[in-house]
């Protein structure tokens, strides 16, 4: 397993959270990053790849929040780990099963580190961010899916025009 | 050690879950040891460039935002600047003004030019668009002047504006008088030869530096208001005339504040 790599995803989660995820918020609605490259490891890289980068990224995510630590250790970890597992049992192959693989991940994520921190107003929290963030990062995460499938490419779309 | 190569390799997805587990238990209980310690690393390692990098940017954006403030108050500033200038200026004029009596029975009516109207390139303006009109009881044919004398009359009134036939209109002609030898004559303005003293007997003793001044005929201008000095005299032998340039004593290219003169005398 290279480390390289995995360190890259972790300074980009990084460099995501701190200073991307601002200028990439659309009316305050914020891309999971961190979920879609955990869903990408969980896809498609091994289950140790898959523990070990989960249990790193929660350390670093939580070590804004020493006290979220432990749960988005756990919640980061088990989403890779499920990931995986799904993907290696059920063969995931078609490009809807990875989409809903994507967005059932990030909206386990965020609900449950929303309801960990406050249970106030988390409907409204639900309908106004975590529904569209849902969206906004599916959208990233089918276009990167798109990209790999090579049903986008730049050939096809120079074809267009 | 072949059988721990054996039992690694055979149970290694159970190996990395157990430590994983353990990690985790770690976390979870050590809330005073290990979570700080990871949470250190994590920090100084991955947030801590990032976090350096966005001050920088935060404070790059504030510098720019300071920046475009401080020009806008520049350019505020400035502005206050040239109109406190410009102000000063008015003011000083208006001082010198101040020393002015008006000529008897009339008071001046301070008012502002609001547009020129000019005959052609690089001549003098003829007429004048005043701020003032019948609602400031401005009237027809009321004589109007500046610091240095004589301007114009008004020619037409409306609510709010009135327009000034200037001394440079030559359809605008005015009665008057050498001031030392009180000799009479008309003053008028063409394009081609300029501001001239017309209708002057022949026998008329006249020289370069005169001041002439409104005679007060004709019941338009009041008598003894500057109008221009004599610029040079051109005597021809064998002609009656003589030939009279003058220099109006106001700067027609430069006139600002004007001031009508309204009879005090109903």
Known sequence: ?161 | MTWFSTIFYRNRRLLNFSLAIIIFLLITVSDGVVRPFLGNIAMSIFHYPFSELKSSIDNLKNIAEDNRNLKNTLTETSLQLSSLAEARRENHRLREFLGFEPPENFRVVPVKIVSLGLMGHNQYPIAAAINKGLNDSIKINQPVINRFGLVGKVKEVMPEFSTVQLLTDPANAVSARIAESRQFGIVRYSPEEGMIFDNLPADATINKGDLIISSGLGGVYPSGLTIAVVDSVLSIKGEIKKSIWLKPSADFFEIEELYVLESVIE
């Open chain 1, 1 to 161: 397993m290279r480390v390289l790599p995995y360190l890259l995803y972790l300074f980009l989660i990084t460099f995501h959270s701190i200073i991307l995820s601002d200028l990439m918020s659309i009316l305050g609605v914020r891309l999971n990053v961190l979920i879609l490259i955990i869903v990408l490891i969980g896809l498609f890289k091994s289950d140790t790849e898959a523990i070990w980068f989960g249990l790193s990224a929660g350390i670093i995510v939580g070590a804004a929040r020493l006290d979220l630590m432990p749960w988005e250790v756990l919640v980061i970890t088990v989403i890779a780990v499920a990931v995986k597992q799904v993907s290696s049992r059920i063969n995931l192959e078609s490009l809807a099963s990875k989409v809903v693989v994507l967005a059932c991940s990030v909206f386990l994520h965020e609900v449950i580190i929303t309801l960990i921190i406050s249970t106030e107003e988390f409907f409204f929290i639900l309908i106004r961010y975590i529904l569209p963030g849902t969206a906004y990062t599916v959208l990233i995460g089918l276009l990167f899916f798109l990209i790999k499938d090579g049903r986008i490419s730049r050939e096809k779309f120079k074809a267009l025009f």
